[in-house]
């Protein structure tokens, strides 16, 4: 378990340098990310190469018992490339270029970017080859960022016919599982699919959907044509990439799949303003919600099945969101245990000192920009102190996240309240209330070590995940499938009735579905008590499910609202409405009991337990503090039974064996 | 009274089409509406055609006894064509081509489309010609949705310009007309005049209006040139086009000269959403706002002065407002009834089957998407089962509805709360509230019939006008006229003093006005009870009317608001102010009194009552019960004196003859 | 003292002219301004110029004892113009060209319109070259209204560059000044950088500002062009323009610089509606917020150090706010009394007449469209008779308004709720609440006149200034700097520790600062009371400062938040808060009573005092009458000792001597 952080010698005075790498050492540091935005510097002009500042960097890091993680500088092609090769630039869906002056303005489909890339990187890892000092590489930097996966410019239009013609034998199989009758949509070859611009009314679902498909394809494809250059140089370095937290347009799953390590970047008190649909309460805006950054960290540990690092890891006040709060006291060190809890095993801070110039000059550092200790220092170096060797984290249940349903459900949610990730985070926040650990995993993982599986909206269906789900049960898994699910085929079509293939396995169709606004009641049924929804209704059709909860309200009161069946060894509940939290608890909560997952009673809000190698961590992110009940031959390993607010605690033992209460 | 649906045979397999279109007749359809949006398949490539599956189709509808009414393709140019024929495209205000991928991209006075239209309508009418299934023809499809009416590509920049020198003598007209000295406007020629682009600031109001006005008679225009080919070819057909409600950019009374029958296109729960400034209330979100879709039926009727047709009818949940709650159980058959009570003769169901691929998979039909009955079926059958042939509607009352006025108080509302169709919306639900009919009629329509005429915002004024309203009035007619009438000539210049030539009428000018947001209090009296006003107030000076009310707030304190004056036979009532409902019902109450009008007291929220014919729909909206006390030799056609909510009844005798109370 | 009026006579027919001059000269008026937008008039095609109109409108004026102020008409450059040399056009930051139709589309760098402008600005000099009506020029028209100071078009790219070049040594230096290493910004040579067009991401913040600067400069320059012509050919006229209210793009002092007389287009009803962060109350609506325009009166008249001019006064309701009330009886009188009161010398009301032409015909004029007196006439010949000449307004407090501070705030604001504007105007309500004059100064200008200078957001800082500032305090002054001073250099990089080169004197550093949404709690102390702050907060490190107050709540509870420290014979106070009304009446209060000024207790909310030559006005924008208690040996030369609702009084004595109270 390592603390570490991002440095950017190039932004300050040779002679800085070693007194920086001093204090980072002193500080507990173990690695040190470096280079990413630095092409400008490396290459000023093309072929007049500059890597003696680097190079004396890594040193000074080496010397001191650290290691590098370079990154590939492609996030940010200089101001000479873009005008010797303007063709690279990436544009938006009305024509407009996206031009010099920030970052992220090469398109992944440029051929001439391509050769850049292949250039500046082979350039850069034939330098650093066998360098001992440099453990690793993160290539590129958040790929994506900025609404940058998506390009319309000439070479994605000719990248996506390509595209689209290896996927289907021939155009008259695109226009049928399109189904391009609708509205005169008929394609006559694929050189006539162009990417969607701008037009009267919406897209095609299925246009659409193949569009984003091939988006996210095409940073994977150029992904992995910066992973095979480094492998080829020196196959002893571990590739990562930084994804970032909820992002929208891109399959991490699929990029995840050419790297040895996932890696994201967590800004707690920015996520809560910016990424959700409710206001942030006082206690988020100063830490952060865990079950937003859990949800995070579960989907990157899970990408690879694998321990995860937080490469950029919030340091103090951040300058993007709407707002720059102070985190409270003590949360910089907070969501490294967090981290670790979750199953990371390195959190590196961003950044070293807080930047003078360009636009991040309102995101603190570790240091102040004079030099002095940020507020985030001593938080860092308590973390770097008190972490120790763990196993990964083995996490009982998995909850099934998919890319292709989000995009899906993006094109067509079919209500301005419909979010994917709002909508999973029910399902997932409901597991968290009781202290479980979540594998989020995508559907094509295997399910055989989970004791429950939650599906929340397993919107595109095909027969062969069906089929799986369907054998998971039938060897006593217990399946939660939310609503939503089954609605389409994989093309982005509806099917016959909803849940589609698994409507068997289900025991029930969905005979209507709704949308419903805010001042609509929303009241449902769930085990004889009566609860509330929102957004979303499906009025079943049961066949041989036991009907569980019925509605309350509306033209649909009295239809089933969620069923459950027993299929072999296992069960499976189909929950057809999106339940506000307490439907969640109630729901989840049987699923546990059924599956026999130890988990604690719905903790507090902001209070979270986690098991990680034989230990429960108990990270406080409210304002409150709460006592921990532990077994009395249980070992405090950091702090003890009570915990402050934004503090955190470790006790050996398991979930089951703590109880948490407010103080 | 007939039933129909529309039907889209190329959307399903061969096989089912026999089944279907049993299921229609079985229903007791009539009418089954194809062919919109069919030319990708009628003609696959340029010149290969096959119409054989739409032979068959009608061929099976024929059989069993219904008709059929065939639709021009025109709405959805194939890609091949759009490929062939770039320039057929529109273009947006700042110069992007709205592209394939929707719906309706040509523009109305592209050459090339007008050629191509030519070419696909005569083929397609010469098919069908003497064909004894096929009873009429709608032209195109829903012209200018997705605010297709206004382009600004260059076919339409010259097409402006001709149009402009085709109504002015010289430039020098029209520079004096408009007012060109106003900021250095004026033109050297006609050449010199684009349509209205990107400016630092607002544009002329003159030059607007008139590209308005220009833009709809490019569609009268195109419809037109659609007519003439049709009628040429086979003259027995009735022709239609298929309106939307509270359609803003386009005069649906200079297109309906073009045709036989007007029909139109009805979806209460979307309209309630995204047409009205207000939240809807929970009932309006399951069965619409009566007075909203009466509006629009009353439009439509008062067209041609002939029963119009509900085109397509919405059958259940739809796709594309905010929010899709499933309507009350009966609503498809109330607003079946509604239609009819208001002067429809046929009510289409749109669609037959949930179609399961593009952009439209999330509306409902009459049957599922697997063939099984929806929601609406039932209703639909109902509905077809319980009409009977009627005479039509004849209404008491006009409401003078202006498209011109629509558009020139849009350039220029002088408030973000001032809405041509909500203002006139005041008025109508006041003459709905106390069951009283009421033709929408354009202002230029003779008025002679009518026993009291509404003339809301007769905001562009002629003399010729101002002359026929005195002539009606003079002649006993009791004349309402409301705030912003007469502020601008034709032209769009403010006259020297509001109501322009409807001073002398009225008896009395304006002095000031102002508009006023809602923090604002805003009171006046009328007839010495005092209420209150919102948005719009104009400080009257009285001339040789009677006062009427005066404002009770504000620096306008004291000064006349409301005016009346008698004028031979008849009367002429002004009313300087936005009503808000009460003040509304007390000016149009006594309206119609003093006309001699039969009429309810001020009906519940929800709940309307119609007379046709000799019979009184009471029509309930609302969700909750009503009792109807009507004579006891009434006869109850339908329903019986309790109408509950959703329901309808029907009963024999006029308006004068019942009383509606809520249970 | 002077009244006057803006007019078009080419908007009226010839035969009407006498008479309106008539009445102008009966209602007392003295200046007549015309010609802005009459180049259409003037020139109708290239060379063929018509003079004659205006001859005999000046003439006419002339003749009646009025003097003319003239306009160039290069705000609207007419349409064959346009046609011939589109070059001229501005262009948006995506390329969009800012087409003909509106006003203001020229660009301000082209060449082309530079010559049009010398060729139209020197004939029409020539024209009235020793005309003895004309006193003087109004140059152009509100520079850069409709967002038109910056532009992207070639010519603005070119001159940038050039403008770049001019202002550093080489290539290096800018990139070492702004820091172009972050992000590989870094630029090859001055050829390489464009005007800031569409990017991915946020602009650097150096190369914005930069652009922000050369874009008001580019004004400047063209300003100074139209200047020189003027002074060549005839030096006796005044040369003026236009500015307006709180306007953000277009740094006014510099323009200034090339003028004689500073003026500026006030519209009180309309810039509550508007210009304000929070909704105004009735009473704004009706007659305007006394310190919105207070505040410009005092950014105006301190531009030049010189009494300016109102050359637009509101004269009833106009068009361009969202709503448009009518302003309450006698708000036009009021509106010209506080103008005078806050050092204007002459008020020319806008317009004459209601136009029934073109863009504004819902903008009203002293006189009604129809020719009979509107609202205002009464109250602006009430304020010509009522005026007296008055030596200058001698203010004893400065407060420090910087463009610079306002472009690079606005760049990086840190929080949606900082605005600029806003937080100065805090503290100029806070001054001008205790009826102290201000003069609103640029920070160059010399402070050695002031008792007292308060400086609210001193965002950029170099040594010079802050040498000045100090030497000021030393010298005995009394110095309130604001939060967010010293944050950054001039090129707009973040500096060691802010405040930056004023950390010496104010004797404390910033150790954090953090922005915060209204739902976070923000208290804080001062000199032992709890008051509100809001949006901004700086956790002090005190050095040699006295803690005057500390933060009541949040992370930085008890960190040090205002401090002050003698210095010298002066002192300095730093509130590193935004403060609520009621901190910023106790924080300039106690330095108002430090330097011993004059001041009167709180006053009432839009009840303002101010002091001019002897006399004290007492101006009531509220709609509750007040009392005023002067010396029995005052005099009241306008009104008495009861000010009405939205009435004025003024009293001989000076503003320690009167007391005002709510009746
Ligand atoms: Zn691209
Ligand atoms: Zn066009
Ligand atoms: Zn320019």
């Avoid at 000074?60 to 650290?66: A, E, F, Q, S, T």
């Avoid at 410019?153 to 390509?162: I, L, S, V, Y």
């Avoid at 968290?432 to 399910?447: H, I, K, N």
């Avoid at 649909?556 to 069946?565: F, R």
Wanted: charged share 25%.
């Amino acid at each position: 378990m390592t603390i570490g952080v991002c440095y950017f010698p190039e932004h300050w005075p040779r002679e800085r340098w070693e007194r920086d790498v001093d204090q980072m050492a002193s500080a507990g540091l173990e690695y040190v990310r470096m280079g990413e935005f630095s092409w400008g510097r490396i290459e000023p002009e093309r072929g007049q190469f500059g890597f003696e500042w680097l190079d004396e960097a890594i040193e000074l890091i080496g010397d001191r018992g650290m290691e590098v993680v370079l990154c590939t500088p492609t996030a940010t092609p200089p101001k000479w490339l873009v005008d010797e090769r303007p063709e690279i630039l990436q544009e938006d869906l009305d024509g407009t270029m996206r031009e010099f002056g920030s970052r992220r303005h090469y398109c992944f489909n440029s051929a001439a970017y391509r050769e850049e890339t292949d250039r500046i990187v082979t350039r850069m890892a034939e330098r650093y080859a066998d360098n001992p000092h440099v453990a690793g590489w993160q290539l590129d930097n958040e790929y994506g960022c900025h609404g940058t996966v998506r390009c319309y410019c000439d070479d994605c239009a000719n990248a996506f016919r390509e595209w689209l013609g290896d996927r289907y034998d021939d155009i008259g199989a695109l226009n049928e599982k399109w189904g391009t009758t609708f509205w005169s949509q008929q394609y006559g070859d694929f050189e006539a699919i162009d990417p969607p611009g701008p037009t009267p009314d919406e897209h095609h679902p299925s246009r659409l959907l193949e569009y984003y498909r091939f988006a996210s394809d095409s940073v994977v494809e150029y992904n992995r044509l910066q992973a095979e250059i480094l492998r080829d140089i020196d196959d002893d370095w571990f590739l990562t990439h930084n994804f970032m937290g909820h992002f929208p347009t891109l399959d991490a799953y699929d990029v995840a799949d050419d790297l040895d390590l996932v890696s994201w970047d967590s800004y707690p008190t920015g996520f809560v303003q910016d990424r959700r649909s409710d206001d942030p309460t006082v206690a988020e805006l100063r830490a952060g919600d865990p079950d937003q950054i859990g949800l995070d960290h579960d989907i990157y540990r899970g990408a690879l099945d694998r321990p995860f690092w937080v490469m950029e890891q919030q340091p103090g006040d951040i300058n993007w969101p709407p707002h720059a709060p102070q985190p409270a006291d003590g949360a910089m060190r907070l969501w490294a245990h967090h981290a670790v809890a979750h199953g990371g095993d390195a959190v590196m801070y961003f950044r070293w000192r807080r930047c003078q110039e360009g636009q991040e000059q309102y995101h603190a550092g570790l240091r102040k920009q004079g030099g002095s200790p940020d507020r985030g220092y001593a938080d860092a170096s308590a973390a770097a102190e008190e972490l120790f060797d763990l196993d990964p984290v083995d996490a009982p249940v998995a909850l099934l996240h998919s890319y292709e349903n989000l995009w899906a459900t993006n094109i067509q949610p079919h209500s301005p309240d419909f979010d994917y990730w709002n909508h999973s985070g029910t399902y997932y926040r409901a597991l968290r209330r009781r202290g479980v650990q979540v594998d989020a995993v995508p559907p094509e993982r295997s399910l055989d070590q989970y004791a429950a599986v939650v599906a929340p909206a397993l919107y595109l269906l095909d027969d062969a995940l069906a089929a799986r789900l369907e054998e998971y049960v039938e060897s006593g898994g217990q399946l939660l499938v939310g609503a939503r699910s089954g609605e389409k085929d994989p093309h982005n079509k509806l099917v016959d009735a909803q849940p589609g293939p698994l409507a068997d396995l289900v025991g029930a169709t969905v005979d209507q579905h709704e949308s419903l606004p805010e001042q609509v009641p929303t009241r449902v049924t769930f085990d004889g008590e009566e609860y509330d929804f929102r957004t979303w209704a499906e009025w079943l059709d049961a066949d041989d499910a036991t009907i569980r909860g019925r509605y309350a309200s509306g033209p649909g009161d009295q239809q089933p609202a969620i069923v459950d069946a027993e299929r072999g060894e296992g069960r499976v509940a189909y929950c057809g409405v999106w339940p506000e939290r307490e439907l969640a608890d109630a729901v989840v909560g049987e699923v546990l009991d059924r599956a026999g997952v130890a988990s604690h009673p719905p903790l507090p809000d902001g209070v979270r337990i986690a098991e990680r190698d034989g230990h429960v961590w108990v990270t406080n992110f409210s304002d409150s503090p709460v006592s921990v009940d532990a077994p009395t031959d249980a070992t405090w390993v950091i702090g003890d039974a009570n915990v402050e607010a934004f503090d955190v605690g470790v006790v050996t033992g398991s979930v089951g064996d703590v109880t948490v209460t407010q103080r």
